[in-house]
Structure formats: C-alpha cells, structure tokens
C-alpha cells in the first residue's frame, strides 16, 4: 500500500510535517472541565465553548485538498471541534481511503497501517494550525457490536486497550484532541454489555496519555443520554446525547440536558447530534423525504433550547457533509445534495452566530432559570428556555416562535437594566433601550408567528453593550 509520501506534489502545498507541529503554539493549554463541572475551559482558565460538527467519513472519503477545503470553510463559521472517525462507519475496514489505503492491515486493531494514519496524523496537524480540536472516534461502533451496519466485530477487551493504548502513544502530544468512543452504539443493548471494552480503550488511552485526555462518547439516537449508562464510569469526562433524526420536530432535548446537569458527579452534557439540516424528517428506518426535509430553523430551534438549557456546547450536522456525498459515492438517506454544495447552508452559519452570542457574555456562569418566563411559556415547537448568570448581570431568553411574552427581570441585581432583541437566523439587533427591573415585563417581538424564533438579552446597563456580531 502507498505511502503519503508517494503522493504527486500537487498535495505537497497540504502536507504539514508533525515537526511543524508546535507552530502556532496553542495558548492556553490542554481542555478540562469547569471547577463546578458544568462546562469546559482550557488550563490556564479560559472558557470553551464547543461548536462542533460532524464530519464522521472525513478521514475515509475525502482527498487532502478537499479535507483543507472543508476545513477552511468550518473555520471560517466558527466551528471549534471536529467529529471524525478513524475506523470508519461506511464499510471502513475494507473500503480503502482515498489514497488507496485502509487503517489495518487484516482487520486487526493490532496492525495499524502506517500509511493510513500518516493522513490521520496531517489532518489533526492541519486542524491544530487552524485552532480546531478534533472530536476524534478512534471506531465506528459497529467494529464493537454490530447491531446494523457492515462491521465487523473486531474488537475485545484485549485488543481494544492495546488499541488505546496505541493511539493514545501516537497522539499524546496532540493538545487538539478530544476523544469520543462509542459510535452511535449504546454500550448496553439487550443483554449485550459492550462496556468492558470501552473500559479498556478508554484505560489505553488514559495511560498513554498521563491522563491528560479528555473523553466521552457518542451514543446512538432517540431519548438516549451517556448519562443513562455510563454517568458514573470514571473515565467519562463529558456526557452526550443524540436528539437526532428520528423522533420528527422538536424533541424535548432541553429536559434530557436538564436531567443530566442535576446527576452526580456533575459533568457537562451537550447533544452532539441534533437533527441534520438537510435530513429528511421521517422516522428510521425508512428516512422517507415525503414529510420534509429539516431546515435551519429546526437547526436553531434545537441547538439554542440544549445550549440555554445548560449544555456546554453543542454540535451542527449536514445530512450530506457527515457523509461527504459526492458524485463518487452512493448517496445515503435521500441526501439532495453534494457535500460541497452543503457547505455554505443556512444552518452552518446560524450555530456559528449562537457561538458568537454565548460568547459575548461570561458564559461558563451560566444557570438555567426558567423562572425568568413568567408568562408566554409554551410546549413543543412553543417551548422558550432562558438563563442568566451567576452574579445575575444578564439574562437571556430564546423564544422560539415570535409572540408575547412576560419576563422577570427582577432577578437581576443592577439598578439599570438595558434590553436588545437578537435575531438568530441574521445576527440582527435591535436596541429596546432601558427596561424597567420588575416581575412582569411585558414585550412582543420584533416579528410573530413559525419560523420567527427571536433572544431576548437583558443586561446590567453600565457592565455591558450591545455587540457588534460578524456575519
């Protein structure tokens, strides 16, 4: 099999040498999680906000100059981590990479092929030099148990902590890495545990790092949470859930987040797969387009109700980019698009904006407070979230269908209060200037009815502006 090094100098432009790794230094350290244990900060204390997006067939189906395109073009949005797979999902033990290479040599966990993670290795060196962490899968879950998918089964106890172990050698000093097991498999399903062996990659990974790594896992879909089965392994540092594809519009994701931040040990919780834009809104297995597509503002809808519920972050999705459609590929799941056409969507853009407006407040402060609404909650595709901070300086309210509503903003201890509406899909702003500090504030937004989803921001009026957001 090839090795990177044969490829035609037209790549060599994308080629970054693991000795030029340490350029740019990162600046502030390896990725842990908040004192409280709530959110994630970087160690010397600067908070993290996770924007991700799923990119699982990236190492698999993508040539170097497309892998630097989409990663240009995520960087660009905002996007912070990457969620990619090494063994990967689409027949990835057998069906070769771009370059002609599969990740083992006789599907042995045990016999790496140097070639295929020469690519790994520049990819998380190209992420790195753009200030990108990757979420990286060191297997599809269906290499543990099969459940559906292609497989096969190759891993036990034994062979998956060398396997850790392995990667974890090869990617210790890797400070842009987090790392998710699982797969979109639950680690219990009937009466088989796969737990033992998450154990023991996870163990493998853990020694090979000095501990330093940052884990979680990537559960299957429905009204599933790590949290549910794997809370108290000690290795979890991050709980995820999938609200997923497969349950139509408005899955309550805000009470799965509220669930998860009330266990102990308290660990930040994020959904790390809401519903794709793109996707198509029937219930799996059919995926059915004959209802629809989902479009950004089911997008904005679910990952601004999990964020203001308490998530750490949260986690974008294109139905044609996870699987990097093109005309080389069978498409999957009715996808309408090639993955380079997927990349400049409404929706992409959007999450990029709610990074920018968390950011533009102390956000690893943030409590969940649901008492701010006091009139105007509603259910479903109707249901608001609100939040404020710890010092209560600011409070911040998503309403997801335009309409009036009654906020307590007697919560809030400054004298003077200022008030602006947001608009989600736009980064519009419109000032409302100063708002009285009582129990029953009264407004309507900007524009009313579906689709017209609008946060309300009130802040102490001498601690903060209004931002000037970058679209």
Same mark, same amino acid.
């Given at each position: 099999?090839p090795l990177?090094y044969s490829?035609?100098?037209?790549?060599?432009?994308?080629t970054?040498?693991v000795s =030029?790794?340490?350029q740019? *230094?990162w600046?502030h350290?390896?990725?842990?999680?908040?004192?409280d244990g709530?959110? @994630?900060?970087?160690a010397?204390?600067?908070?993290f906000f996770w924007l991700? &997006?799923?990119?699982?067939e990236l190492?698999?189906?993508?040539?170097k100059?497309?892998?630097?395109?989409y990663?240009?073009n995520r960087?660009a949005?905002?996007?912070?981590?990457?969620? =990619?797979?090494?063994?990967?999902e689409? &027949?990835?033990?057998r069906?070769?990479n771009r370059?002609?290479d599969?990740?083992?040599?006789?599907?042995?966990?045990?016999?790496p092929n140097?070639?295929? $993670?020469?690519l790994?290795?520049?990819v998380?060196?190209?992420a790195?030099? !753009?200030?990108?962490?990757i979420? /990286?899968l060191?297997t599809?879950?269906?290499k543990?148990t099969?459940?559906?998918g292609?497989g096969?089964?190759?891993?036990t106890v034994e062979?998956?902590?060398?396997y850790g172990r392995?990667l974890?050698d090869?990617y *210790?000093d890797?400070?842009?890495?987090i790392?998710?097991l699982g797969?979109?498999r639950?680690a219990i399903?009937?009466?088989?545990d796969?737990r033992?062996?998450?154990r023991?990659?996870?163990?493998?990974i853990?020694?090979?790092?000095e501990?330093k790594a @940052?884990l979680?896992?990537?559960?299957?879909?429905g009204?599933?949470?790590?949290?549910?089965?794997i809370h108290?392994e000690?290795?979890?540092?991050?709980n995820m859930?999938?609200?997923?594809?497969?349950?139509g519009?408005?899955?309550?994701?805000?009470?799965?987040?509220?669930r998860?931040?009330?266990l102990a040990p308290? *660990?930040p919780? @994020?959904?790390?797969e809401?519903?794709?834009?793109?996707?198509?809104?029937?219930?799996?297995?059919t995926?059915?387009p004959k209802s629809?597509?989902f479009?950004?503002?089911?997008v904005?809808?679910q990952t601004? %109700?999990?964020?203001? =519920?308490?998530?750490?972050?949260v986690?974008?999705?294109h139905?044609?980019i996870?699987?990097f459609?093109?005309?080389?590929e069978e *498409?999957?799941n009715?996808? &309408?698009?090639?993955w380079?056409?997927a990349?400049d969507?409404?929706?992409?853009f959007?999450v990029?904006y709610l %990074?920018? /407006?968390i950011?533009s407040?102390p956000?690893?402060?943030?409590? +969940?407070?649901?008492?701010?609404v =006091?009139?105007g909650?509603?259910?479903?595709?109707?249901?608001?979230?609100?939040?404020r &901070?710890r010092k209560?300086s600011? /409070?911040?309210v998503y309403? +997801?269908?335009?309409? +009036?509503?009654t906020i307590n903003?007697s919560i809030l201890?400054?004298?003077?209060?200022r008030?602006w509406w $947001?608009?989600?899909a736009?980064?519009e702003? /419109?000032?409302?200037? !100063?708002?009285?500090r009582?129990?029953?504030?009264?407004?309507t937004?900007?524009?009313?009815?579906?689709?017209?989803?609008?946060? @309300?921001v009130v802040?102490?009026a001498a601690?903060?502006?209004i931002?000037?957001?970058k !679209?």
């Open positions: 099999m990177l490829f035609s100098a037209a790549f060599a432009a994308f970054i040498a =030029a790794y340490a740019p *230094k600046p350290g390896d990725l842990q999680v908040t004192p709530h959110y @994630l900060q970087y010397d204390g600067t908070p991700g &997006d799923t990119a699982w190492f698999h189906r993508l040539t100059e497309e892998i630097i395109q990663l240009d960087k949005k905002g996007f912070n981590v990457i969620q =990619a797979v090494v063994l990967a689409m &027949d990835g033990l069906r070769p370059y002609g599969v990740p083992l040599i006789d599907q042995d966990p045990e016999k140097e070639s295929y $993670f020469q790994v290795d520049e998380i060196n190209a790195y030099d !753009r200030q990108l962490f979420g /990286l060191p599809w879950g269906d543990v099969r459940m559906w292609v096969p089964e190759i891993f062979n998956a902590y060398r392995w974890g090869r *210790k890797r400070k842009n890495i790392w998710i797969g979109d639950p399903h009937d009466a088989v796969t033992p062996i998450w023991a990659m996870a163990k493998g853990q020694e090979a790092t501990g @940052l979680s896992y990537h559960i299957s879909g009204a599933h949470s790590t949290s549910q089965q108290k000690p290795w979890l540092h991050v859930m999938q609200s997923g594809h497969g349950s519009h408005d899955v309550p994701v805000w009470e799965w987040i509220t998860d931040r009330a308290t *660990k919780t @994020l959904d790390s809401p519903n794709y834009e793109d996707h198509p809104v029937n219930p799996w297995p995926w059915d629809g597509y479009n950004d503002y089911d904005r809808k601004y %109700r999990s964020v203001f =519920a308490g998530a750490c972050g986690t974008y999705g139905h044609s996870w699987q459609w093109s005309e080389r *498409k999957i009715h996808a &309408d698009r090639y380079t056409e990349l969507r409404p929706g992409a959007q990029g %990074r920018q /407006l950011e407040r956000f690893i402060d943030r409590i +969940p407070d649901q008492t701010i =006091a009139g909650q509603g259910e479903k595709e109707r249901h608001i979230r609100a939040f &901070d209560k600011y /409070l911040m309403i +997801p269908q335009g309409q +009036p509503v903003t201890k400054a004298g003077t209060l008030g $947001f608009n989600p736009t980064t702003t /419109l000032d409302l200037g !100063r708002v009285s009582t129990q029953t504030l009264q407004l937004t900007p524009t009313q009815g579906f689709g017209h989803d609008w946060v @309300l802040d102490a601690r903060y502006a931002p000037d957001f !679209r």
